[in-house]
């Protein structure tokens, strides 16, 4: 392609103001408080698809949250690219924790990224790497360099589980017909370490309620002669792990893929500094499943983490009470092979089991998504890897995410089609965190990198 | 004495509309919101004691809220009763269990209390069983009947610890001199069981904080890679108590007072139904130590429960977040002769020392008080019994409570003199609870047996 560099130089400023506009907008998808946000910014988004030059854009109703797709087709004989990415940002809680408030994006130079970063709700995930997307289809059209056609489909529930999405995929197998998706909602190893991600874990996500008396108790007229809710809550959490940090859960493991002794040295290989990960963090050891590496843990091994708990008195000061309920939002990450219905009712059925006399427990799955992995000698893997090489200057290195996007398996299921991850995001973005951020080296790069797919991809098309 | 219950029943309304407008006031001491009404209360009290017939009353200020102490001294020669109360309450969450504003009280009748009972937080624990000492005052004073010395000490801060009310009694002998002690801060068996209580747990009040990586983390990317600060807490949390429900901290044990089997024989004689207590909870089974009945568990043995629990995304929907931080508020009641502050640094020592690598705990001693009994051979008891008995027409029973009032053996100890505690309420008044109440007939009983109290005392003490 002609000039990419050039194209995006001279657009730069424009490119992260349009960015930041659509990082105001709250799209907390979570929060019913945000609904007219989450509706606004697909108006946004609708809104750049033209201006980026597709034929044809329209806002596309669900039970839930809209989809905003798009296309332009230049030949039917030529490959489609399909485009997937979510307007819908996380929760910002807690808020106090951030430096600047979550929906007034900052530029900011950090350690790893003294270009600047911009600090914001959603700036990496995933409106910064999904608009990505919309600027190098800007690029290709302004430019008349377009190689092949290109759909787009951005939706609004990404980080709440995707319900709506799945069946309007069911349902317009033609309308999203492709050869390829593309996505970028994953992250890479380092700024100078390209990476594709080839793996996600699938996710059960549940919250969990144990009921004890009727009514919060006076903890001096009750207090040990009646089952306490936290207390109990407590005890059948510990107990989902063993003394190895193994999960307990019966049948749990049965369908988990072993990896072979030639993969985990394969995976090994990847650049990794346990020193500097530990210090990223400020903690003095890792922590984990027992015969694992840290980025075996977090990759290929299913996990199991309380992501809230609650119950009781949490206010200022001191109250002596028994509460009538405790709760917690648990959801466990899952590796390829392990159907996540199946293992939310495998932990149903076991925490029900587990709960002692004197209290009612409450098991109500939230969402979930299957894993899903793609091999490396794929058309599109093959593709994103020559793009890579060509705007990094070395070959990427093929790595195992352990987020889940758990729409990805059922896109192959649905489309028969393989999704290639270009993540350009950095672990250290803190997304889902406070202050999250993403670098305006990445967010360039990525726009840099994404139109050498379409070329790459046409090409060992043909 | 003569007339007391024409005098009640005369002025029976405008006792019950005193009290109401003393229950709208919303004295939390727990949380500093609400510091201008806690004091505002202070100086509702002091009024009432002017009204009710103290030759002297002031408010006298500590370094926290101030403690109301009011006096009519009659003859130097005889003897002088100490009554103690509280004016501030305890916190009302969880706000939207309440089925009327807490703050705002109503009579409404019940099954327990078909003359009706007041709605309110502070109705029972303590407004309502200290207003009842004013008012029995005012009978004494307005029908010259009162028999001896009285003195008031009206305090502010007792549901958080009674910190400042320490100091003012080591600091105040004189001023606090007295032959008895009397408190209506606790309950009775039944309506038409009488009791007196002998024995109150002590107390040591705790907060915990467990600190994992620097920020939150998105827990697809770090799940089953670092500790969790949740799941870590609720496993510390779980091992505090062994699989026969004994606490596990080391020493914890040594020195709790061991009962006869004369003894527990003599408590099991108290009346109990354990399936209307299970009934009344809507629980289908107890819980407890191995080796102990329900009413020893909540009585004579000492315990430890969790209060409050918070960590994580517990807001509505799903955050597939792991927590940088994690909290609970842990208590644990104690028994005659486990020393609190002792406790407290076992607590303290037991938990760090279990905390495992990769988080940082933190624990926070809150407040505490000693356990206390008071021997029913006393005078005080005797002429507690005889009011009794003659106001009920039945002798009460004694009873151990499981409550704390952290002052009392503080009194003791400073004072030299035995406290005696008339409580007037019902475990069923739901103190410390959403819907607080206390009955009607309750509040007018006490009024009714106090002036007894004052008359056999003083008979007894000649």
């Known amino acids: 392609m002609e000039n990419i560099q050039g194209y995006v130089a001279e657009h730069k400023q424009r490119f992260l103001n349009e960015l930041i506009e659509l990082l105001k907008i709250p799209s907390v998808s979570a929060d019913s408080a945000f609904k007219n946000d989450v509706l606004r910014t697909a108006e946004a988004v609708k809104f750049s698809l033209e201006k980026a030059g597709c034929d044809h854009v329209e806002i596309c109703e669900t039970a839930g949250y809209p989809i905003v797709f798009g296309e332009k087709i230049i030949d039917e004989n030529l490959p489609t690219i399909l485009v997937y990415g979510h307007y819908d940002v996380q929760p910002a809680d807690p808020i106090e924790l951030w430096n600047s408030p979550p929906f007034e994006p900052v530029i900011l130079k950090t350690d790893i990224h003294p270009e600047g970063a911009i ?83 699938g996710l059960s996500y549940v919250e969990v309620e144990v009921t004890g008396p009727n009514r919060d108790l006076h903890s001096g007229l009750y207090g040990g002669a009646v089952a306490n809710p936290i207390n109990v809550l407590t005890k059948m959490i510990a107990s989902l792990h063993d003394e190895n940090n193994h999960i307990t859960i019966p049948g749990f493991y049965d369908n988990v893929e072993e990896l072979s002794k030639e993969e985990r040295a394969e995976m090994a290989k990847a650049p990794f500094s346990l020193d500097a990960y530990k210090k990223s963090l400020d903690i003095d050891a890792v922590y984990g499943e027992a015969g694992f590496t840290t980025n075996e843990r977090n990759s290929i091994r299913p996990t199991l983490d309380v992501n809230g708990i609650w119950g009781g008195y949490i206010g200022e000061g001191a109250k002596t009470v028994i509460a009538s309920k405790a709760f917690a939002k648990i959801s466990m990450r899952l590796v390829p092979n392990q159907d996540w219905e199946e293992i939310t009712q495998l932990f149903k059925k ?71 991850l270009m993540g350009f995001g950095l672990d250290s973005d803190a997304i889902h965190s406070p202050n999250e951020h993403f670098g305006v080296w990445n967010y360039i790069k990525g726009i840099e990198t994404i139109p050498l797919f379409y070329k790459y991809f046409t090409e060992l098309s043909k």
């Open 119 to 201: 600090f914001a709700r959603g700036a990496c995930d995933d409106k910064g790497q999904m608009y990505m997307h919309v600027k190098a289809m800007e690029f290709m059209t302004s430019t008349n360099q377009l190689p092949c056609n290109v759909k787009f489909m951005i939706e609004g529930e990404e980080e709440v589980g995707s319900v709506n999405l799945s069946t309007f995929v069911k349902n317009n197998h033609d309308k999203l017909k492709n050869d390829v998706i593309l996505i970028s909602d994953t992250g890479m190893i380092a700024k100078d370490v390209p990476s594709i991600t080839t793996g996600l874990r």
């Open 350 to 420: 076991h925490f029900e089991s587990i709960a002692p006399e004197g209290v009612n427990v409450l098991v109500k799955p939230h969402h979930g998504g299957q894993g899903y992995v793609t091999p490396i000698n794929s058309l599109g893997y093959q593709a994103a890897s020559k793009a890579y090489e060509e705007s990094f200057g070395k070959k990427p290195i093929p790595q195992r995410s352990g987020g889940s996007i758990p729409i990805v398996s059922l896109f192959e299921q649905e489309l028969q089609s393989k999704t290639i």
